[in-house]
């Protein structure tokens, strides 16, 4: 057998680069279709390996997770400019610390007790709503979910021009990850526009984080959200410096609103396009809450409001890929893949590969000691946000709104454009 595993021709210099920045999810999509588990090719400078065999994603992420760290080339110096070592980015021991101190914050008792003060803040957005209004539905999810997160996490309640703040700083952030050739091949100190604009983002933002800080200290006692843990543990160890509370507020601020604001703006246009489904949700709804606004509780018989959640998860998830490194030189898909290069597991491609569809292997929220730390809580929100709205509204595309959806390529898959829904009382 070839030890070389097969993969697109690469270009001189360029490698796959100028593909992969043009179109990265078609660029996915096609190699999945068109190599067995395994392609190769070069993005940037760096030996890329794309693994779509569950079989394999689940050794990299779980069983040989020990074999894998989080991808070092990932850690461009944006991505150090935001999210530093907080919990996302970091690794080994002192991810293993910070992933210890943050979990009680994640507690499943906790976040339960969050269900009604969710549904409160998508009751507050109805009632902004009338019959008839066309309303772009990613921004309107993501003001809910900057207001849970910052309520449930650091403990405050964040009022409206401070979340439209947030929200405003959000798409220059975007803009700095999404993969263009120039990026890859640009040493990172050239001061491009994008790069002047994400760094007054990254500063508006540390703004209002600072200022969260700043209300919070000396109010910590006894509460458990990460914030106060985080303020009662600089008075014990070392490693709590300032820099690393900046550093876990912004991560969990920016992964913990993005994604599920996404995940239900997905739910939102599928439900539009797919009304039979739409209604079967509506009668569950219904059924469960007899008219009453949900509980935490109510959320566990939503069972099919739960599974379409997780189809449109499946379909345009939220996180489009994930990056590791093998920190030894390891086989996959029966090849080589030596120490160092660059191992990414596309949700988008094995999502929607032909050879799982019927039974799909859906890992929306990654797997292993990397799993992602805030899916309960997503889970819950998404959950009673959407039972909160379709209890009473359904949403359909706007009339000027295309029903072919194009995605934006940032740390996340945003719709390009917002989506423009009219809502319609039930
Ligand atoms: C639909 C919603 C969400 C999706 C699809 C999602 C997806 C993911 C994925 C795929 C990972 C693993 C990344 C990797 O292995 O490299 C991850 C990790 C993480 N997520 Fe989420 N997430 C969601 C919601 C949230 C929420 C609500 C929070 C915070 C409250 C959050 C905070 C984090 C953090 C801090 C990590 C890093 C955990 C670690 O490495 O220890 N996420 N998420």
Redesign the pocket.
């Known amino acids: 057998m070839s030890t070389q595993p097969p993969g697109p021709q690469d270009l001189p210099v360029l490698g796959n680069t100028h593909r992969y920045s043009r179109d990265p999810f078609t660029f996915i999509e096609t190699l999945t279709r068109s190599y067995n588990g395994l392609a190769t090719f070069t993005l940037g400078s760096e030996s890329t390996y794309l693994v779509t065999d569950p079989t394999d994603i689940e050794r990299v992420?779980v069983s040989e997770a020990s074999r894998f760290r989080?991808a070092q080339t990932m850690r461009t110096g944006s991505i150090d400019d935001l999210l530093g070592d907080g919990?996302?980015m970091s690794g080994g021991e002192f991810?293993r610390r910070q992933?210890q101190r943050a979990q009680p914050a994640f507690a499943p008792g906790r976040v339960a007790n969050f269900g009604e003060e969710i549904a409160g803040y998508a009751e507050t957005m109805l009632d902004g709503w009338n019959e008839g209004d066309v309303v772009a539905i990613d921004p309107a999810m993501a003001r809910i979910t900057v207001k849970v997160?910052v309520s449930v996490?650091f403990g405050t309640e964040l009022d409206d021009p401070t979340t439209e703040t947030v929200q405003n700083n959000l798409e220059p952030l975007g803009k700095m990850f999404e993969p263009k050739a120039a990026q890859f091949l640009l040493p990172e100190w050239v001061p491009t526009r994008e790069r002047i604009e994400f760094e007054r983002a990254v500063d508006n933002l540390e703004g209002v984080l600072d200022s969260l800080v700043r209300q919070r200290r000396g109010t910590e006692d006894g509460e458990m959200d990460l914030l106060s843990i985080l303020l009662r543990a600089q008075g014990e160890v070392d490693e709590v410096t300032d820099e690393l509370v900046r550093d876990e507020l912004m991560?969990?601020l920016l992964?913990?609103h993005d994604?599920?604001a996404l995940?239900l703006t997905y739910t939102w246009y599928l439900l539009a396009q797919h009304p039979e489904i739409e209604r079967r949700v509506h009668d569950e709804i219904d059924d469960v809450l007899g008219g009453e606004p949900p509980t935490a509780d109510d959320v566990r018989d939503l069972d099919l409001t739960e599974r379409v959640i997780q189809e449109a998860?499946r379909l345009y998830?939220?996180?489009y890929t994930?990056?590791r490194e093998p920190s030894e030189d390891v086989r996959l898909g029966g090849y080589d893949v030596p120490e160092g290069s660059l191992v990414m597991l596309p949700q988008w491609g094995v999502h929607r590969d032909p050879r799982w569809y019927d039974d799909p292997e859906t890992f929306?929220?990654?797997g292993g000691p990397?799993?992602?730390?805030?899916?309960h809580?997503?889970m819950l929100e998404a959950q009673m946000i959407l039972a909160t709205v379709a209890q009473n509204y359904r949403l359909r595309l706007a009339p000027e709104q295309s029903a072919e959806l194009d995605f934006a390529p940032s740390l996340t898959m945003h719709p390009s454009e917002p989506i423009r829904m009219e809502v319609q009382r039930r």
């Open positions: 992420l989080k919990l996302l991810w992933r997160i996490m991560t969990m992964a913990g994604t599920t995940s998860m998830p939220p996180v994930i990056f929306p929220f990654g990397r799993h992602c730390i805030g899916k809580l997503s």
